[in-house]
C-alpha cells in the first residue's frame, strides 16, 4: 500500500512540480524586441499570482535591467530574482495529496540582443527615432538555487536548469505593432527528485504573437497569443504521458506614471489544453528607470 501511495503521489505532485517549474517557458512576454536609450537602468518590482484547480502559486520578483550597445544595436539584460509561495492538491483514486512550498525561486538571468533595426542611441538622439522593422535573439537561463527539499513533495525551487534560446521580430505600423516570437527551452535533469528518483523533461517549443498599439502619451496595451508544445516529462525512464500543446491568451497594459515611473498589468489564461493549462496568470509591476539625459 505504502508504495502504491508513494507512486500515485509522484504521478499526480509531479503534474503540478512541473506546472509550476515550466511557467518561464510558458509566459507571455510583449516587446521582447524593442528599441530602449543605450545606458538606462531599470529596477522593477512584480507582483505574480498563478492559480489553477490544482494549485497556487504567488510570487514577489525584483529585476534589474541595463540596456547595452552590442556591436552598435541596443541589447538588455536582465536579472530576476523571485521570491514565492506555492501550495498544490490533488485528488486521485479517492486519496487526498497536498503540498505546501515557499523560498526563493531560480532566479532567471536574460540576454535580448536586437540584431537589425534597433540602433543604440543615446537618450538625446532616441527623440528621432522611428521604429521600422527590428529583428533579434535572447537567451534566457535559470539558476538553480531555489528552495528545494528532495523529501517534499512539493518544491518552489526545480534543482535544475533551463536555457532558453528564443528569435523574433516586430514590425511597426504607425502607432501598431506586430511582434512574432519563437523559442526552445531545454531542460538538465533533476537527479534527486522526491527521494532520489530523477526527472527528465523534453524541449519545450513555444511561439508568441502580439499585437500592441502605443498612444501618444507613451501608454501602450497588447494582445497576445503563446502556444507551446512538448516537454514529455519522465521519471526514472518512465513516461508520465504529458506530452504539452496548449494555447494561451491574454492582454498587457503600461502606463506611464511620469519620466521614471512606469506601471505594467498583465493577464492570461489557457484557452485549450492537452495537459494542464487550466491555470491564470495575473501580473503587476512597477518599474523605475534612471541613466544618463533622464
Not at 535572447?138 to 526545480?158: E, F, H, V
Not at 495575473?282 to 518599474?287: D, F, G, P
Amino acid at each position: 500500500m505504502k508504495r502504491f501511495l508513494r507512486a500515485l503521489k509522484i504521478g499526480s505532485l509531479s503534474l503540478i512540480f512541473i506546472l509550476s517549474s515550466n511557467l518561464g517557458a510558458q509566459e507571455i512576454d510583449p516587446r521582447a524586441y524593442n528599441n530602449s536609450p543605450v545606458n538606462i537602468n531599470f529596477l522593477g518590482l512584480a507582483y505574480t499570482q498563478v492559480s489553477s484547480p490544482n494549485y497556487q502559486l504567488s510570487s514577489e520578483i525584483v529585476a534589474l535591467t541595463r540596456i547595452l550597445d552590442i556591436n552598435g544595436q541596443s541589447a538588455k539584460l536582465t536579472l530576476a530574482l523571485p521570491y514565492g509561495q506555492l501550495y498544490g492538491s490533488y485528488n486521485a483514486r479517492g486519496h487526498s495529496i497536498s503540498g505546501v512550498s515557499d523560498g526563493l525561486i531560480d532566479p532567471l538571468l536574460t540576454l535580448s540582443v536586437n540584431l537589425y533595426g534597433a540602433p543604440a542611441l543615446s537618450i538625446a538622439d532616441f527623440k528621432n527615432y522611428q521604429q521600422d522593422l527590428i529583428i533579434g535573439a535572447s537567451i534566457a537561463t535559470s539558476i538553480p538555487w531555489g528552495s528545494y527539499d528532495s523529501s517534499k513533495l512539493l518544491n518552489i525551487g526545480a534543482n535544475r536548469w533551463y536555457v532558453k534560446p528564443g528569435v523574433g521580430a516586430s514590425q511597426a505600423f504607425g502607432p501598431w505593432q506586430i511582434e512574432l516570437t519563437g523559442s526552445i527551452t531545454y531542460f538538465s535533469e533533476n537527479k534527486n527528485f522526491y527521494g532520489g528518483n530523477t526527472l527528465s523533461q523534453s524541449p519545450i517549443y513555444s511561439s508568441e504573437g502580439h499585437v500592441v498599439y502605443t498612444f501618444k502619451t507613451g501608454a501602450w496595451i497588447a494582445a497576445d497569443a503563446n502556444y507551446y508544445t512538448g516537454g514529455q516529462t519522465t521519471i526514472d525512464g518512465r513516461s508520465n504521458n504529458n506530452y504539452l500543446q496548449n494555447w494561451r491568451i491574454g492582454t498587457t497594459l503600461a502606463l506611464p506614471v511620469n519620466q521614471n515611473n512606469s506601471i505594467r498589468i498583465a493577464a492570461s489564461q489557457g484557452v485549450y489544453a492537452k495537459v494542464g493549462n487550466n491555470f491564470n496568470i495575473i501580473n503587476v509591476l512597477w518599474q523605475y528607470r534612471w541613466g544618463p539625459g533622464i
